[in-house]
């Protein structure tokens, strides 16, 4: 279209300028440069454009006559009555007056069963135990005095160094010498053996024979009980320089301390033998050498060494049908009284393995050493008692064993005898000789009689009952078995009322099996519908007592092996609940049939005082008793307005049954009650008296009553005093809109908002405000603030965090909520709660990295040359805000362009620095990139990014909206251009 408008104009020219001119030729057609200023964008924003509201007025600032801007605004709260939330719910309580009065109260009774007590008859045993064969220890070698060669040779006819002939079989005379034994002084030897040795240092054979014969002291032969000498015969002879042994055996012996040897025999018995007569050959002897070994005697005075004597026996039991297996034993002693006739300390090493002293598991037998005086008596006794006995069920004895160990008599030398002994008494009875031993604990076979226990029950009422049918009771018996140690041998019960009747005419009768704890046997029985027959006991004339009776039989079983716990008990619990009757037969003594009790107000509000503006008391009451009766009602908390009389009403019954019903109006009373622990209900005290006919012997039943209801219906007060429980009163909701904050300023937050509600009331008690704002902006974002404050102290509510409110641009705020009323004082129904809200939000913000001012689009259309040189962009800016930025100019052939998500994103042309009030103006050339944009119709937005106000530590600084200021910014744009005919088509 350009094209078609430059050649129109070039036409036009030819035409005026030459008639006859000649068509020019394209490389005729001239070019030329021309310069275009193109307005891009004018505006001045202020503040009065920004804030156009009737909400935004500006108020004083500082104390130079500045103002700033603010929005302001005031809302009314519409005030709220109590109403009518003073009241309490109905209550109702009904009580009857008659026979059901006529009650039995529970009872228990415990009573324990326990075993007779389980023992055995003391028993003992005497055991004479001789110290029998003795043994004695083995003598040390003893040698006699050297023999001499010139002792048996007579060499007196023989030079010095002479050779001599001794001949064959050259007898010797009678050698004698003494052997004395160091542990014996007499024996008599049962056994054992003389062990002589004949050492021959002779320089020639000595025998054979060679005979050496036992002599005693007197050089009498000693002989055995065998009849034979005692004595040793070497049939072979000894050569020098040799020995030979023989043994004389002592069986049957008696030999002294010193024993004489008798020596006889030859020399040279193989044949002569020379010899020289010389000094050696003089001196040359044999010995005798002499030992005791294996020494066993009847008697003897000798050192005794340790001497062992073993016995071992059983004390049978006296027969009894109790027979035990393992029994602890409760009272129990063993007397061990000991008579030594041994002239011989020693000691008697008992065990009892009957007796188990280790309540460990594992046994560990009785045991005792007992040391004994020589020739004295010794008695012990010990305590049994927490020691098991522990027999064979089917043999009853008692094993028990000791040794008596004599102490080495070394070195002296006592005489004693192989009857010598030591005599044993072992006994076993109780606490003392002669009782029972008894146990506490028991395994094994038991005997006892059936255990019986009987007692009574008190069953006294306030009426002499002569029977009556149970309409509500029961009895539970429990049982606890702590004898059984085990669910073996356990034993049965049996237990008898005979005072209860059930309705076939059958007195309870029970019979259970006792296992035993933790298995306590619980048995329940239901009365209801049993008949009590009750025993009487007249005291005097006007008083009595009435019981029942129970009897119980405990049988244990006998034919088995059980364990028991003998110290235990069977222990009886008959709990008889309560009871109440259907019927009663019997005396009755009542005089006018008092019936005193509360109403309780289950209500959080504690009255004081409460006028009644409505409400009534209705009395129901049905005449069951068939009598003539008056109740008189009165209830001490209601009184009348006037004169603080409290309620008072009568009704005379008649004879009928039908309910009577009697509804009083309680508007001209009041309630005053007393203020105590406020965590309890409050109680209205009633008494309602009963007259009835006179006392006389019949028969009643639950049926005859007089029914009593009472019922507080409806009530409502016109003021209440005291502490009042919460009342809430709904505030209306308050729906205010915010629309004269521009929407202009993006990325800025108020800084000092403040929304105040003033709080009117008058309640005479706390008024707890329970409050909600919420604000709302067309993105859909929400901010609230809750309040909860007592307006009665302090009406000014000062909403906190009020600037989050504004700060998201709402659209509208709106605050609901209630107002709790509660606490000590006094409340009317005509009180109430108003007020007003106000909102003041200063122009006074904070400039946050995101804040900017959006100026809308404007179309610029300008014819532009098509072949473009340069352009540049001029800015004019009068910036009187107290803020800078940038201003950035945006470019975009539609303005969806410039929406936020848009696909396309706009161009940026330039981007001026705003600077804070100042004035200035800049120049920015745009590159070739940009030329395009200019070829056709073009928009061009300003978007102002503004830049806050920091300190010196780099922190936002509020910036304010003064009247004053405003932002003026002109924008145009420099084109220069290239107009070219020759390439123009015709």
């Not at 990295?849 to 259309?861: D, F, S, T």
């Amino acid at each position: 279209m350009k094209k078609v408008i430059i050649m129109g104009i070039v036409t036009v020219s030819l035409l005026l300028n030459n008639c006859q001119m000649k068509l020019p030729e394209e490389s005729d057609l001239p070019s030329w440069s021309v310069t275009l200023e193109v307005p891009l964008l004018e505006k001045a924003i202020t503040l009065d454009e920004l804030l156009d509201d009737s909400l935004i007025v500006s108020i004083p600032y500082g104390t130079s006559g500045d103002s700033i801007y603010a929005y302001e605004d005031e809302v009314e709260i519409e005030k709220v009555e109590v109403g009518d939330q003073l009241n309490i719910g109905d209550i109702e309580q009904s009580f009857t007056q008659s026979v059901d009065d006529v009650t039995v109260d529970g009872s228990t009774k415990h009573y324990s069963s326990q075993l007779e007590e389980v023992g055995v008859d003391p028993v003992g045993e005497n055991v004479s135990s001789e110290l029998g064969k003795i043994s004695l220890n083995n003598t040390d070698s003893e040698s006699t005095d050297p023999i001499l060669l010139t002792d048996i040779i007579d060499l007196s006819g023989v030079l010095e160094g002479e050779t001599a002939i001794i001949s064959s079989e050259t007898s010797f005379p009678t050698i004698y010498r003494e052997i004395t034994f160091d542990n014996f002084s007499n024996a008599e030897f049962t056994s054992g053996e003389l062990v002589i040795n004949i050492v021959n240092n002779l320089v020639i054979e000595l025998g054979a024979p060679v005979t050496i014969r036992l002599l005693d002291a007197d050089s009498s032969v000693i002989y055995g009980s065998d009849g034979d000498s005692a004595k040793a015969e070497w049939t072979a002879g000894i050569q020098s320089n040799n020995s030979a042994m023989e043994i004389i055996s002592l069986t049957g012996k008696t030999l002294p301390g010193t024993v004489i040897l008798k020596i006889t025999g030859v020399v040279c018995g193989s044949g002569p033998q020379d010899i020289v007569n010389n000094e050696t050959t003089r001196n040359s002897s044999f010995v005798v050498q002499v030992q005791a070994n294996d020494l066993e005697v009847s008697s003897a005075k000798a050192i005794i060494p340790e001497q062992t004597v073993d016995t071992t026996g059983v004390i049978t039991l006296v027969e009894s049908d109790n027979k035990v297996q393992t029994a602890k034993i409760k009272e129990g002693t063993l007397a061990i009284n000991i008579t030594n006739n041994l002239p011989i300390d020693a000691n008697l090493d008992l065990t009892i393995s009957s007796i188990d002293v280790s309540e460990d598991v594992g046994k560990q037998a009785f045991h005792k050493i007992i040391p004994l005086m020589a020739n004295q008596s010794s008695n012990n006794a010990y305590s049994l008692t927490d020691n098991l006995l522990v027999m064979d069920v089917n043999d009853q004895k008692v094993e028990y064993s000791y040794q008596i160990i004599t102490i080495d008599t070394d070195p002296n030398k006592v005489l004693v005898s192989e009857t010598d002994g030591v005599i044993v008494d072992i006994s076993l009875y109780g606490g003392n000789p002669g009782e029972e031993i008894t146990f506490s604990a028991f395994e094994g076979k038991v005997c006892q009689d059936p255990i019986i226990e009987e007692g009574e029950i008190d069953v006294t009422s306030g009426s002499k009952i002569t029977s009556a049918t149970v309409s509500s009771g029961s009895m539970t018996i429990l049982i606890r078995n702590n004898v059984n140690l085990t669910e073996i041998g356990i034993p049965h019960i049996t237990l008898n009322i005979p005072e209860f009747r059930d309705p076939s005419g059958n007195s309870i009768h029970e019979v259970r099996d006792l296992y035993p704890e933790p298995n306590t046997t619980i048995v329940s029985i239901d009365l209801i519908g049993c008949t009590l027959l009750p025993n009487t006991v007249d005291v005097s004339v006007d008083s009595f007592t009435q019981n029942i009776t129970y009897n119980t039989e405990v049988i244990i079983p006998s034919d088995e092996i059980a364990s028991y716990n003998l110290l235990g008990a069977i222990d009886v619990d008959i709990d008889v609940s309560d009871l109440t009757f259907s019927s009663v037969t019997g005396f009755f003594n009542q005089d006018a049939i008092v019936e005193e009790n509360t109403i309780e107000i289950d209500d959080e509000t504690k009255i004081e005082e409460a006028m009644i503006s409505s409400g009534d008391l209705v009395l129901t009451v049905i005449n069951n008793v068939g009598a003539i009766a008056t109740v008189n009602f009165t209830v001490n908390e209601i009184v009348k307005k006037t004169d603080n009389t409290p309620f008072q009403y009568t009704i005379n019954l008649g004879s009928g049954t039908e309910p009577v019903v009697h509804t009083i109006p309680l508007r001209s009373y009041k309630i005053q009650l007393p203020i105590g622990d406020l965590s309890m209900n409050q109680e209205i005290n009633y008494t309602s008296i009963v007259n009835l006919p006179s006392d006389e012997a019949m028969t009643l039943t639950f049926g005859n009553e007089i029914n009593v209801k009472v019922q507080l219906k409806d009530l409502a007060f016109s003021r209440v005093t005291g502490y009042i429980d919460t009342v809430i009163v709904d505030i209306d909701s308050i729906e205010q809109d915010i629309d004269a904050l521009p929407e202009e300023l993006e990325g800025i937050n108020l800084t000092n908002v403040d929304i105040i509600l003033d709080f009117d009331t008058n309640i005479g008690v706390p008024v707890e405000l329970n409050l909600m704002l919420v604000s709302f902006n067309d993105k859909g974002d929400t901010s609230r603030s809750k309040i909860h404050q007592n307006i009665t102290s302090n009406p000014r509510v000062i909403i906190p965090n009020a600037a989050d409110l504004i700060n998201i641009k709402p659209r509208k705020i709106i605050a609901y909520g209630s107002a709790s009323v509660g606490g000590t004082g006094t409340v009317s129904t005509d009180q109430y709660v108003g007020g007003t809200m106000y909102i003041t939000v200063p122009m006074e913000m904070e400039i946050l990295e995101n804040a900017e001012i959006n100026i809308n689009p404007k179309l610029v259309q300008e014819d532009i040359p098509e072949e473009l040189e340069s352009i540049k962009l001029y800015s004019k800016m009068d910036n009187k805000f107290e803020f800078g930025g940038d201003l950035e100019v945006l470019a975009a052939k539609d303005t969806v362009y410039f929406e936020e998500g848009s696909v396309i994103s706009p161009d940026t042309l330039a981007i001026f620095h705003l600077l804070p009030d100042s004035f200035f103006t800049d120049v920015i050339y745009l590159d070739e990139s940009k030329f395009l944009l200019f070829q056709d119709s073009l928009y061009i937005k300003a978007k102002v990014k503004l830049l806050g106000l920091r300190d010196e530590n780099d922190n936002i600084i509020p910036s304010r909206l003064l009247k004053s200021d405003s932002l003026a910014i002109q924008l145009y744009g420099s084109i220069k251009g290239l107009i070219d005919l020759k390439g123009n088509d015709n």
